[in-house]
Each structure stands twice: as structure tokens, then as C-alpha cells.
């Protein structure tokens, strides 16, 4: 069982910035894909960025240029930075952790007002 525990969600301003955190649990964590989704009330939950084992990654488009996955395997912690952030990135973050098992984080509330 593989635990996840997120934080640095918070509220900002519109073209404020944060750096999500996910800890993960465990030993297998660098060979896991790590991704971070994201969910408003009502929706599905989307797809934001993953880094591969070996440090590739993948941002959408909807992010690209403003948001940046990374991982620290030292500390089993994946990150994503975020800036200039808009209104429409109000959402709760989650982490999901897949080494062909699939683990999920508690969730990150992040909040932008215009």
C-alpha cells in the first residue's frame, strides 16, 4: 500500500504562483509514473502533467508554459510548479502514483481569484 500526502494548495490572486507537493510512501517510488489531475464540483477528474521513471514529461496544453512537473526521487516527493495562474485553474489537485498498481492522493484545493 503505497500512501500519498499532498500540500501547498492555497488561494492566490490572478498571476500568483504555488508549488504543489506529493509525498509518496515507500520504496518503489522512482520507478512510478507520477501524475497530477485535477477536479472542479460536477466534472471529471483531468489530466494536468506526468513524469515518467526516467524523467520525461507532459504537460496539456491548457498548462503548458505556466505549469512544470518534477520529481525528487531522494525524497519520494513530485512536484508541479504553477504560475500565472487564472481563475479557471481553481480546482482540487490530486496526485496518482502508478507502478501498475494505482494509489491516489487526499487532494490540494487550489483557488484563484481575478
Known amino acids: 500500500q503505497v500512501q500519498l500526502v499532498e500540500s501547498g494548495g492555497g488561494s492566490v490572486q490572478t498571476g500568483g504562483s504555488l508549488r504543489l507537493s506529493c509525498v509518496a510512501s515507500?520504496?518503489?517510488?522512482?520507478?512510478?509514473?507520477m501524475s497530477w489531475y485535477r477536479q472542479t464540483p460536477g466534472n471529471q477528474r483531468d489530466l494536468v502533467a506526468f513524469i515518467t521513471a526516467d524523467g520525461r514529461t507532459n504537460h496539456v496544453d491548457s498548462v503548458k508554459g505556466r505549469f512544470t512537473i518534477s520529481r525528487d526521487n531522494a525524497k519520494n516527493t513530485v512536484y508541479l510548479e504553477m504560475n500565472s495562474l487564472k481563475p479557471e485553474d481553481t480546482a482540487v489537485y490530486y496526485c496518482?502514483?502508478?507502478?501498475?498498481?494505482?494509489?491516489w492522493g487526499q487532494g490540494t484545493q487550489v483557488t484563484v481569484s481575478s
Open positions: 515507500g520504496n518503489r517510488f522512482s520507478r512510478a509514473i
Open positions: 496518482r502514483y502508478n507502478d501498475n498498481k494505482l494509489y
